[in-house]
């Protein structure tokens, strides 16, 4: 039997159980170019659910949530999802049922997604089963178990997303993201999620083209969540769902450690401007807003340059920079103060007690990418410069 009609994946899944057919049904997303999954069944039983694209992304994601303890062997080599998973077993000193669980959870997620599709091009063939069969539970029941994530998926598929389209901001709408972002600041939903990452690594991410599944992956979410938060921002135009194409693997690295920046200043909005900047740059920002704490955490951390406000309830930034370049292990780093004010008085205390360099406030990107190059290479002895 071959179907190759528009129709819906649910009611096509319930008449091959009716007619206790065994094979596999494969179900193309009309709305993601690239994407579909393939559905194995005997009858009423799922022997096991997977993409036809992206096996990957998606095992990388679903594993790293469901087992976080484990480790996963690579998947460079990955062919056939079901050996993959039997020959990772058999290196493991775990019991048969906890593989069993595992398949089973790969599965259900992919068979959700199959049937939150509405209507799609399918293609059935007979006789066809994965090697080895792990698992043969009722796939209703276990449609049953995840409604909820059907109707989620459902959902955000209005936006044309599904777990493999790939998200895009465009450098064009990122002042709209950035609005986007004032815009939600203390809210629960900052709170909840897009608090986690700062703006500058959320701007990254988004130019990465990362589909939902890695973007899930990156900041330890589930793909139907990340999917629900940013449906809004796909329908408003600023960002883009892109299909999904698998891209060509680049040569693996060691990550190699980000040159950090500290950041000592009292006003959120200079600490954003500073972590928007500075880590497309690709540095490591650690922001301190209250100066009291600063010694502690700046001995930990071991910046290459201090950037340090004035003008600070407590201690103001004259004492502060006294006091770091008093500190056996701070006192080499080098020290860019930044204030308001422009005077020759000002800047003459602020040699006084040891800084490099001296930014007026408001100062333009370019301007604090400059000062910090410039003190990185070589930390600076005395003089403020210009």
Same mark, same amino acid.
């Given at each position: 039997?071959?179907?190759?009609?528009?129709?819906?994946?649910?009611?096509?899944?319930?008449?091959?159980?009716?007619?206790?057919?065994?094979?596999?049904?494969?179900?193309?997303?009309?709305?993601?170019?690239?994407?579909?999954?393939?559905?194995?069944?005997?009858? @009423?039983?799922?022997?096991?659910?997977?993409?036809?694209?992206? @096996?990957?992304?998606?095992?990388?994601?679903?594993?790293? /949530?469901?087992?976080?303890?484990?480790? %996963?062997?690579?998947?460079?080599?990955?062919?056939?999802?079901?050996?993959?998973?039997?020959?990772? %077993?058999?290196?493991?000193?775990?019991?048969?049922?906890?593989?069993?669980?595992?398949?089973?959870?790969? &599965?259900?997620?992919?068979?959700?997604?199959?049937?939150?599709?509405?209507?799609?091009?399918?293609?059935?063939?007979?006789?066809?089963?994965?090697?080895?069969?792990?698992?043969?539970?009722?796939?209703?029941?276990?449609?049953?178990? $995840? /409604?909820?994530? $059907?109707?989620?998926?459902?959902?955000?598929?209005?936006?044309?997303?599904?777990?493999?389209?790939?998200?895009?901001?465009?450098?064009?709408?990122?002042?709209?993201?950035?609005?986007?972002?004032?815009?939600?600041?203390?809210?629960?939903?900052?709170?909840?999620?897009?608090?986690?990452?700062?703006?500058?690594?959320?701007? @990254?991410?988004?130019?990465?083209?990362?589909?939902?599944?890695?973007?899930?992956?990156?900041?330890?979410?589930?793909?139907?969540?990340?999917?629900?938060?940013?449906?809004?921002?796909?329908?408003?135009?600023?960002?883009?769902?892109?299909?999904?194409?698998?891209?060509?693997?680049?040569?693996?690295?060691?990550?190699?450690?980000?040159?950090?920046?500290?950041?000592?200043?009292? &006003?959120?909005?200079? @600490?954003?401007?500073?972590?928007?900047?500075?880590?497309?740059?690709?540095?490591?920002?650690?922001?301190?807003?209250?100066?009291?704490?600063?010694?502690?955490?700046?001995?930990?951390?071991?910046?290459?340059?201090?950037?340090?406000?004035?003008?600070?309830?407590?201690?103001?930034?004259?004492?502060?920079?006294?006091?770091?370049?008093?500190?056996?292990?701070?006192?080499?780093?080098?020290?860019?103060?930044?204030?308001?004010?422009?005077?020759?008085?000002?800047?003459?205390?602020?040699?006084?007690?040891?800084?490099?360099?001296?930014?007026?406030?408001?100062?333009?990107?370019?301007?604090?990418?400059?000062?910090?190059?410039?003190?990185?290479?070589?930390?600076?002895?005395?003089?403020?410069?210009?």
């Amino acid at each position: 039997m071959v179907m190759k009609t528009v129709a819906s994946p649910y009611k096509a899944l319930r008449e091959l159980a009716a007619r206790d057919l065994t094979g596999s049904l494969t179900i193309y997303d009309p709305q993601v170019e690239g994407a579909g999954w393939c559905v194995y069944l005997g009858g @009423q039983r799922l022997y096991y659910a997977s993409s036809i694209a992206g @096996q990957r992304e998606r095992l990388t994601s679903i594993l790293s /949530r469901l087992r976080p303890d484990l480790e %996963w062997p690579s998947l460079g080599a990955l062919e056939s999802e079901p050996a993959w998973l039997r020959e990772w %077993w058999q290196r493991q000193a775990l019991p048969l049922g906890e593989l069993r669980q595992v398949v089973t959870r790969l &599965s259900q997620e992919a068979l959700v997604q199959a049937v939150a599709i509405p209507k799609a091009p399918m293609h059935f063939q007979r006789n066809v089963q994965p090697d080895p069969i792990l698992i043969t539970p009722p796939w209703q029941d276990l449609l049953a178990a $995840v /409604r909820q994530q $059907v109707y989620g998926w459902q959902l955000v598929r209005g936006q044309g997303l599904s777990p493999l389209s790939r998200l895009y901001l465009d450098m064009g709408q990122v002042g709209a993201f950035c609005d986007f972002w004032e815009q939600i600041q203390g809210t629960p939903e900052y709170e909840k999620f897009w608090g986690r990452q700062t703006l500058a690594t959320w701007i @990254q991410m988004f130019g990465q083209k990362l589909c939902v599944y890695e973007f899930a992956s990156r900041v330890r979410v589930a793909p139907l969540e990340l999917a629900t938060r940013v449906r809004g921002l796909v329908g408003a135009g600023t960002l883009v769902s892109l299909p999904f194409a698998a891209p060509v693997a680049a040569p693996e690295h060691p990550p190699q450690p980000k040159p950090v920046i500290a950041c000592i200043d009292d &006003s959120k909005a200079v @600490q954003r401007q500073v972590q928007m900047t500075l880590e497309l740059e690709g540095y490591d920002i650690v922001a301190i807003t209250e100066p009291a704490r600063a010694l502690t955490t700046l001995v930990r951390r071991r910046p290459e340059v201090i950037l340090l406000d004035i003008n600070m309830p407590d201690i103001d930034g004259y004492e502060l920079c006294r006091m770091l370049r008093q500190s056996r292990q701070l006192q080499d780093v080098p020290i860019v103060m930044l204030t308001g004010r422009d005077g020759l008085i000002d800047r003459l205390r602020a040699q006084l007690v040891g800084a490099n360099s001296y930014l007026t406030k408001p100062f333009a990107p370019e301007q604090l990418t400059q000062a910090v190059q410039k003190l990185r290479p070589s930390p600076s002895a005395n003089g403020i410069s210009s």
